[in-house]
């Protein structure tokens, strides 16, 4: 399963550290990323790592979050800068897990950020 942590609330222009752990048997973990939704939207796509560290970002979060990844830990992270108003969501990780299951993308329970003054 994954675990998110970090969430919270913080002003305009402030940061945020999100964590996503994975857990259970693991054997391999391919591409991670992560996710958010707005109230009212769709779910969007952030960013994602690959295993070899490649990074992509929409162009939103671009220049402001950082998406890194420990395989050691099986954790991804998403250090989140220059908050304002629009990243306010519930994030969600996503990791391509291959484990005692076979390979499949798992999901984590979502963790709330609120961006507000």
């Known amino acids: 399963q994954l675990v998110e942590s970090g969430g919270g609330l913080v002003q305009p222009g402030g940061s945020l550290r999100l964590s996503c752990a994975a857990s259970?048997?693991?054997?391999?973990?391919?591409?991670m990323g992560w996710y958010r939704q707005a109230p009212g939207e769709q779910r969007e796509w952030v960013a994602s790592?690959?295993?070899?560290?490649?990074?992509q970002y929409a162009n939103s979060v671009k220049g402001r979050f950082t998406i890194s990844r420990d395989n050691a830990k099986n954790t991804v992270y998403l250090q989140m800068n220059s908050l304002n108003f629009e990243d306010t969501a519930v994030y969600y990780c996503n990791a391509d897990i291959f484990g005692v299951a076979g390979r499949r993308a798992y999901w984590g329970q979502g963790t709330q950020v609120t961006v507000s003054s």
């Open positions: 790592i690959t295993r070899g560290d490649t990074t």
């Open positions: 259970g048997i693991i054997f391999s973990i391919y591409d």
